[in-house]
């Protein structure tokens, strides 16, 4: 602290930490979550003829949950003030968006030991001067 009249410099987060730090910090942090996300591969097995859901031995597919939506549609384009018309409608589009994404996979791509020490440096090292830049710094912890 020193002299009352001494202004204190702020850093990172407003305390007296590194503001090179957190910026070298925050510069190999994204750029390891960047290659790490880059590394993953995104399938699905979504199709028409694919199960969305399985119920035992019983599958609905794709194609059977389009079955009540027409209906719904047809319902709603007759009398739109029919609740079970929307109920279908919406009930039939929410269950293909589930069975949509509850059929994603993530996978990563072959890659070498290198590449992924790289990521997991930039990463875990950059995250961990972003915090230390966080923390107050003096000299007499040197």
């Not at 509850?102 to 072959?110: D, E, G, L, T, V």
């Not at 997991?120 to 966080?134: A, D, E, H, T």
Request: charged share 15%; hydrophobic share 50%.
């Amino acid at each position: 602290m020193g002299k009352p009249n001494d202004i204190e410099k702020r850093g990172a987060g407003g305390s007296s930490g590194g503001i090179g730090q957190f910026l070298i910090g925050l510069v190999m942090m994204c750029g390891g979550i960047y290659m790490l996300l880059n590394s993953i591969i995104v399938s699905t097995h979504f199709g028409f003829g694919y199960h969305l859901y399985s119920f035992g031995r019983f599958g609905i597919t794709s194609g059977m949950v389009m079955i009540p939506f027409m209906f719904g549609v047809g319902i709603i384009f007759y009398d739109s003030k029919k609740w079970y018309g929307w109920l279908l409608a919406v009930g039939s589009l929410i269950a293909l968006v589930f069975g949509v994404i509850s059929s994603i996979q993530f996978r990563f791509r072959a890659m070498s030991a290198f590449d992924l020490i790289v990521i997991l440096v930039l990463s875990i090292g950059g995250l961990g001067l972003f915090l230390r830049s966080l923390r107050s710094y003096s000299r007499d912890d040197d």
